[in-house]
Nanobody, 115 residues
Framework: QVQLVESGGGLVQAGGSLRLSCAAS????????MRWYRQAPEKQRELVAT???????SYGDSVKGRFTISGDNAKKTVYLQMNSLKPEDTAVYYC?????????WGQGTQVTVSS
């Protein structure tokens, strides 16, 4: 059974940084992409960043230039370095791993940015 566990969330002041980690246990074959999503209260879940199996990355407009996604398919880990954090980045952050056969989600980690 595959489980994704996020860590690294917390409370930080505006302008600060956090690094989120996500590690998967269990077998995942043929990873296509790893992603970070976030969901703020009363808002829809939003795609934050993607890293594809070839190493290419993409970002949501609201985080471009501030967040960096990295990962290791072989180790089934994905990271999100978040710099210059803003209060509007406050949300629960979820990691997501997509393989050829399934999509896996973590339970989420809370990030709170105070002004």
């Amino acid at each position: 059974q595959v489980q994704l566990v996020e860590s690294g969330g917390g409370l930080v002041q505006a302008g600060g940084s956090l690094r989120l980690s996500c590690a998967a246990s269990g077998s995942i074959f043929s990873i296509i992409a790893m992603r970070w999503y976030r969901q703020a209260p009363e808002k829809q879940r939003e795609l934050v960043a993607t890293i594809n199996s070839d190493g290419t990355t993409s970002y949501g407009d609201s985080v471009k230039g501030r967040f960096t996604i990295s990962g290791d398919n072989a180790k089934k880990t994905v990271y999100l370095q978040m710099n210059s954090l803003k209060p509007e980045d406050t949300a629960v952050y979820y990691c997501n791993i997509q393989s050829h056969w399934s999509v896996y989600w973590g339970q989420g980690t809370q990030v709170t940015v105070s002004s």
